[in-house]
């Protein structure tokens, strides 16, 4: 079945500091992949996101490349804030049809 | 009112209680969904929506029922729930189900069960 994995949290950088969270991917065919981010006390966002191979999503100064051949979709961003702080989940629904798939979350933490 | 909104924020709930939880969407979707989120546990799809026709259940206890009057309103009716229960539970819209849509997501009902 399709899966997302991504790096372990909590990952806590100091303002300004560039951000990389990793994701990788298991799916069959050809998945749109997401990036969602949670804030303290709320629903989930949708972030970013792409739909085909080398298609880059952004948003915000997030920015994300679905990249086929190492099944991945690592979110970036050159300098992150304090409000940046939440839970980042990275996700696909594959082309069949199927749900979205959530990895585990990875909370970031951004300190003055 | 825009997006997916969810009644009510915050629930507290004895074990022998019903309630339900209330979801509608302002997106002209017709798919709508039900996900649990635990503590430390990945989120979990529990019903799926479309055109008002229930597509999926993920093996979720009878003690929770899935109502979808419309394409915009979706509830979770929950009776005889277990402290396990407790959780935050979320709702999410999408054109259709079956497809890559992109999933819009309500702030979700923090429900507690004592």
């Known amino acids: 079945g399709d899966s997302v994995t991504q790096m372990e949290g909590p990952v806590t950088l100091s303002e300004e500091a560039f951000l990389t969270i990793n994701c990788t991917y298991t799916?069959?065919?050809?998945?749109?992949l997401f990036w969602y981010v949670q804030y303290p006390g709320e629903g989930l966002q949708l972030l970013l996101k792409?739909?085909?191979?080398?298609d880059k999503g952004s948003n915000k100064g997030f920015e994300a490349t679905y990249r086929k051949e190492t099944t991945s979709f690592h979110l970036e961003k050159g300098s992150v804030q304090v409000s940046d702080s939440a839970v980042y989940f990275c996700?696909?629904?594959?082309?069949?049809?199927?749900?979205?798939?959530f990895g585990g979350g990875t909370r970031l933490m951004v300190k003055p | 009112e825009t997006g997916v909104t969810q009644t009510p924020r915050h629930l507290v709930m004895g074990m022998t209680n019903k309630k339900s939880l209330k979801c509608e969407q302002h997106l002209g979707h017709n798919a709508m969904y039900w996900y649990k989120q635990s503590a430390k546990k990945p989120l979990e799809l529990m019903f799926v929506y479309n055109f008002k026709e229930q597509t999926e259940n993920n093996s979720v206890p009878s003690r929770f029922s899935p109502e979808c009057p419309n394409s915009s309103h979706l509830f979770l009716h929950l009776h005889t729930l277990q402290p396990e229960d407790s959780a935050l539970y979320l709702c999410a819209s999408s054109q259709v189900s079956g497809s890559t849509d992109t999933q819009y997501f309500g702030p979700g009902t923090r429900l507690t069960v004592l």
């Open positions: 799916a069959t065919g050809y998945p749109s």
């Open positions: 996700a696909l629904i594959n082309n069949a049809g199927n749900m979205l798939t």
């Open positions: 792409a739909t085909k191979a080398d």
